[in-house]
């Protein structure tokens, strides 16, 4: 069985007839007849119910289908990560979040590129949900990013558990806090901004999250475009939103930020790679992270999520 026979199945599937699927793979219409009743010899098995039209597959069929689209999938994705692994060594294709880039991130991209000034370093935004297929399409090499998200193919490393911040108008009631600390549980009754309104999950979702893990309901949570909409409300006084400790660097003004008490308030920035993926820049990224959390005395551990 070649690939082609799967590529030939899969397209006379989803195109529910013999002649579109000969036009659509451009190959005439009779040798394409023979190819599917050659693997249906070979398979030993119906794949399509006989005078049906349009195409209706057999039960065999249904479940030969669902394979052939995983491997076909698989294989692309294979030649595609192959092809990338080995030009590589010229180009780095680093996706990352933007909010990234008020914490160490550019501190970090830097170091490596001082490093390895042979290699071309190339940024993309993405996010962390839209990583995992960028990786797996070869599209890029490492991704940045504030989610744990799961895949086979792909490998998380968590890097650093960042704290969360409150942050609030200079005038507001909570400013009593800023010392102290403040829990969530003291602000479902507030406005509450959050950010981004992009595809889900993304760190909207994930302070969502912080509130039903602790069995809490906020009362008023609005969703913006992004954290400088979200700060700039709150600096007008329109409500209060969490973000990471190092988004404080933003400078909006009249804006305070207090300790969140609660343990679970935190969100984890994480780099992904491909699974298989044993290429050199990996071991070298790991190291500019390490000397640059050494330097801003930030506990460097990597746990594979």
Known sequence: MELR?????????????ITKAAEKLC?????LSRQIQKLEEELGVILFERGSRPIKMTEAG????????????????????????????????????????????????????QRNPDMH??????????????????????????LRLMDSSIKGILLRKERLLLAIHKHHPFAEFIESGIYLSQILDESIFSYPKTPKPNFATAVHSIFTELGLVPKKMKEVREIHMALGLV????????????????????????????????????????NMDQSSYIPKILDCIQDVFKNESIDFHTEVI
């Open 121 to 146: 370093v190339e940024l993309i935004e993405y996010a962390t949900c839209d990583q995992i297929e960028a990786l797996k399409a070869g599209k890029i090499d490492l991704g940045f990013g504030r």
């Open 235 to 274: 600096s007008s006084g329109e409500g209060i939103c969490l973000i990471p400790e190092t988004a404080r660097d933003i400078g909006m003004k009249n804006l305070s930020y207090i300790p969140i008490l609660d343990f679970e308030a935190y969100s984890p920035i994480s780099l992904s790679v491909r």
């Open 27 to 31: 190959i005439a219409q009779p040798p």
């Open 5 to 17: 026979h799967l590529r030939y199945f899969v397209t006379v599937v989803e195109e529910q007839s």
């Open 62 to 113: 249904h479940f030969f289908y669902e394979h052939a689209v995983q491997i076909l999938t698989h294989t692309a994705q294979a030649t595609s990560m192959a092809q990338r692994i080995n030009a590589v060594d010229k180009t780095v294709r680093i996706g990352y979040v933007s909010s990234l880039l008020y914490a160490l991130l550019p501190q970090i991209i830097y170091l490596f590129r």
